[in-house]
């Protein structure tokens, strides 16, 4: 099992700025992928952005170029550094883990985004 923490949601005006992270722990095994995925009201929960443990990284076409994902291997966390926020980005976001080969995946509990002024 891997459990998953995150932190850093909120209500910010657009424009803004927000960091998310989301720290695992458990049965963590290398090759995996750490990610996040973001749901409003109303429609599917989509792919925001992923990193695997060796540096690989995608983003949905939605974000690219305001928002950036890292990782910290050593502590197992995830952050998603969110600029130049619009009011489409509101969402609860969720964190994800995957194992690569098994291709079991964990969900955070998830944290709300709010762009509103």
């Known amino acids: 099992q891997v459990q998953l923490v995150e932190s850093g949601g909120g209500l910010v005006q657009p424009g803004g700025s927000l960091r998310l992270s989301c720290a695992a722990s458990?049965?963590?095994?290398?090759?995996?992928?750490m990610g996040w995925y973001r749901q409003a009201p109303g429609k599917q929960r989509e792919l925001v952005a992923r990193?695997?443990?060796?540096?690989?990284?995608n983003y949905s076409d939605s974000v690219k170029g305001r928002f950036t994902i890292s990782r910290d291997n050593e502590k197992n966390t995830v952050y998603l550094q969110m600029n130049s926020l619009k009011p489409e980005d509101t969402a609860v976001y969720y964190c994800?883990?995957?194992?690569?080969?098994?291709?079991?995946?964990?969900w955070g509990q998830g944290t709300q985004v709010t762009v509103s002024s």
């Open positions: 994800n883990f995957r194992h690569l080969l098994t291709q079991m995946d964990y």
């Open positions: 458990g049965r963590i095994f290398s090759p995996n992928i």
């Open positions: 990193m695997r443990d060796g540096g690989y990284t």
